[in-house]
């Protein structure tokens, strides 16, 4: 119990890490999901929990028409941390980072040209959409890499404090 309500906090604090002033994309919620799905051993605590810290986090800063597109893309950066359950090294945490990071910039985007109407709807249009997020995509590579550091980094640390975090069993 004390591991999921650690876990569980640390993925709350990530979520409204979102309220307080940052760079564009430079947020912890793509590193909380990739973290939700290394450490909740239950798959449906590692898929609810970030979701509903994501959920709490936008009732203050509102919902928009791609919120599906968002949700749909940290419920799959989720399911890759799943991958990261046998060995979190901090090379495969970096790697797995840069794939959350291109994870969300792909469904996300694509979620702007379908539901936006600011690019014609066309091949051209996606590719549109795409190029003129690029700016953004940077910002989201380092807010993935530095606050995966930090949620990967600290439980680690706090497991060889406190011992009762190591798993012994599903939570």
Not at 4 to 24: D, E, K, Q, T, Y
Not at 76 to 85: E, I, M, N, Y
Not at 107 to 131: K, R
């Amino acid at each position: 119990m004390k591991q999921w309500v650690v876990l569980a906090l640390m993925v709350l604090a990530a979520a409204f890490s979102r309220l307080i002033p940052h760079p564009w994309n430079f947020t912890a919620v793509g590193a909380m999901a990739l973290f939700a799905g290394a450490y909740f051993s239950a798959k449906k605590h590692s898929l609810i929990v970030p979701l509903a810290a994501l959920f709490l986090s936008d009732l203050f800063l509102g919902f928009h028409a791609t919120l599906v597109f968002v949700y749909l893309a940290f419920s799959l950066v989720v399911t890759l941390g799943w991958s990261l359950r046998e060995q979190t090294s901090p090379a495969r945490i970096a790697a797995f980072s840069v794939l959350t990071s291109a994870l969300f910039f792909v469904v996300s985007n694509f979620g702007v040209w379908i539901t936006g109407g600011m690019y014609a709807f066309s091949l051209q249009g996606l590719a549109e959409c795409f190029v003129a997020a690029i700016p953004f995509f940077g910002n989201q590579i380092y807010g993935d890499l530095f606050f995966s550091a930090i949620l990967f980094g600290s439980y680690e640390t706090l497991k060889n404090i406190v011992p009762e975090l190591v798993p012994s069993k599903q939570v």
